[in-house]
């Protein structure tokens, strides 16, 4: 069962931030939040991963709040390319099958024009 | 670089035949995995191996469904007899080390069994 919990979809204008939450009030101290996107009719890609400190690359900013129960994930200018199912993952870290990825149903995220 | 490799990218079928589902994972990931995804039910983790080794099956739905890893450059997820149900995109995926949890997915297997 998806630890998570997202809004099933989300618009955001071309050129603005996109701003898209995730619960995940019952974390443990030991994972990590993921998050991946699903563009149609392609794999999933990862995105970017943290434990409690903000984290940035180079396609995203993820914010996780202090008692690390929620986070965000910015797009800081989204493009049509940027349509597409993200999904918000918690994670322990390591191997073993708690180390496994489980995907839930994900926002939906449609980029206008 | 070449990504995670999977073939056929469709595959029609009829109920009751033998389906093979083929996966090349990235040169040097010792991890392969292969998820299921339909519209009821998002995506599944199937089954993952380490070092060609099946760790975890249990999210293999049923007998008929069975994967192997004979190397580590190959990988089969084979459904025998395939049934309507069935019906659904497969997605191999592989990382190098679980830890950082950044898995490769490739474009993914759309089977349709009629």
């Known amino acids: 069962d998806a630890k998570t919990t997202q809004p099933p979809s989300m618009d955001c204008a071309e050129g603005r931030a996109a701003n898209l939450p995730c619960n995940h009030s019952?974390?443990?101290?030991?994972?990590?939040v993921y998050w991946y996107r699903q563009i149609h009719s392609q794999g999933p890609q990862y995105i970017i991963h943290g434990l409690k400190n903000n984290e940035t690359n180079e396609m995203a900013s993820l914010i996780i709040t202090e008692d690390r129960k929620s986070s965000t994930l910015i797009l800081p200018h989204a493009t049509l390319r940027d349509t597409a199912v993200y999904y918000c993952i918690v994670r322990v870290a390591g191997g073993g099958s708690q180390g496994n990825l489980i995907f839930g149903k994900g926002t939906k995220l449609s980029v206008k024009p | 670089d070449a990504g995670v490799i999977q073939s056929p990218r469709h595959e029609v079928t009829e109920m009751g035949q033998e389906v093979t589902l083929r996966c090349k994972p990235i040169?040097?990931?010792?991890?392969l995995f292969w998820y299921r995804q339909t519209m009821m039910r998002g995506l599944e983790l199937l089954i993952y191996?380490?070092?060609?080794?099946?760790?975890?099956d249990s999210g293999m739905p049923e007998d008929r469904f069975s994967a192997k890893m004979p190397n580590a450059s190959f990988s089969t997820l084979k459904i025998q007899p395939s049934e309507p149900r069935d019906s659904a995109v497969y997605f191999c995926?592989?990382?190098?080390?679980?830890?950082?949890?950044?898995?490769?997915f490739g474009e993914g297997s759309r089977l349709t069994v009629l």
């Open positions: 040169s040097g990931h010792d991890y």
């Open positions: 191996f380490n070092n060609n080794v099946p760790i975890d």
């Open positions: 995926a592989s990382s190098q080390g679980s830890f950082t949890g950044e898995l490769f």
């Open positions: 019952t974390i443990s101290g030991n994972e990590y």
